[in-house]
């Protein structure tokens, strides 16, 4: 159940694992790493390695594999937080104000520590960063908006697209895109699914 998760540590050390044993299997120099909803948070996290202090009992995820990505992708991801959140505050795991996706409030806009401690690290996550996301997607909702920026863009970005799909729609309407993002590393060669058809 989406309520229920949050960038708990078997998260994070999971996909850590993963991404290494890629790269060891593979034997490639580089990857392309594309992230979706959760995804996204997790993935830059994975990437960029250190401590993360953001959890009961903080630990490392070892150093940064940053120059070992070529194109990251982060779709629909709540960087910022979900407005949402903010009214439900802890009640969800999701939404708790350590490592969930709480965003503050307008007065005090304070991020979950695990979004601070990832927003404040404005190294890249690979060589090429690229955003997507919707104005009209349906689980992050107004506008992609948390306190007047998008939460689907983050500070070390080279590029964003915005369109207006539905939160599993931008992840599979926009796989052309992400193709080009992964092949061209630009959007000006992409066609959206109504460019397509």
Partial sequence: MASQNYHSKEYLTYLRA???AVLKYTGAEKIDVIGHSMGVTLGRRVIKGGKVNSTLFPFDLGSSL???VDTFIGIAGANYGLVTCQYVGSMMPTCNTLNGFYPGTA???GLSS???ELNDDTSKEGDHVFAMYSTQDDLIMYGDLV???YTSKWPSIDDFKEFTYTHI???DYTKEIQYNLVTNHSFEAAKT???IQ
Wanted: net charge negative; charged share 45%; hydrophobic share 35%.
């Fill in 114 to 116: 695990y979004l601070k």
């Fill in 107 to 109: 007065k005090d806009v």
């Fill in 193 to 195: 699914a109504e460019e």
């Fill in 18 to 20: 993963f991404t290494e």
């Fill in 66 to 68: 940053a120059d070992k």
């Fill in 169 to 171: 729609n931008m992840r």
């Fill in 147 to 149: 306190f007047g920026q």
